[in-house]
C-alpha cells in the first residue's frame, strides 16, 4: 500500500512563506501525477495544485502566483512552496496521487493576521 507522508507545516505570520514536503512510497513515483489538498475547519477539502509525471505544474486560482508545486522523482518527494501566506491559507494540508487513493495525517499550516 502506498504510504504518503506529508511534513513542513507550521505556524507562520500572514506574507511568509512555508515549504511542504511529501514522501511518498514505491517505486511508481516517477509515472503518476501527484495532487496537494487542504482542508480548512469546516470546509471540504480543495485540490490546491497538481502536477504531472513529467513536471508540468497546474495551481488553484486561489494560490496562483503564490504557491509552487514540484517534485524530485528520483527519491519520490513532492513540495510546495507557499509563499506569501494569508490567514485563508490555514488548513491541513495533504498530498496524494491522481485520482486519489487512502490519505495520509496532513501537515498544520496555519497563518496568523
Known amino acids: 500500500q502506498v504510504q504518503l507522508v506529508e511534513s513542513g507545516g507550521g505556524l507562520v505570520q500572514a506574507g511568509g512563506s512555508l515549504k511542504l514536503s511529501c514522501a511518498v512510497s514505491g517505486n511508481f513515483f516517477k509515472h503518476i501525477t501527484m495532487t496537494w489538498y487542504r482542508q480548512a475547519p469546516g470546509k471540504q477539502r480543495e485540490l490546491v495544485a497538481r502536477?504531472?509525471?513529467?513536471?508540468?505544474?497546474d495551481v488553484a486560482d486561489s494560490v496562483k502566483g503564490r504557491f509552487t508545486i514540484s517534485r524530485d522523482n528520483p527519491n519520490s518527494l513532492l513540495y510546495l512552496q507557499m509563499d506569501r501566506l494569508k490567514p485563508e491559507d490555514t488548513a491541513v494540508y495533504y498530498c496524494?496521487?491522481?485520482?486519489?487513493?487512502?490519505w495520509g495525517r496532513g501537515t498544520q499550516v496555519t497563518v496568523s493576521s
Open positions: 496524494n496521487h491522481d485520482p486519489p487513493g487512502p
Open positions: 502536477i504531472s509525471s513529467s513536471g508540468i505544474p
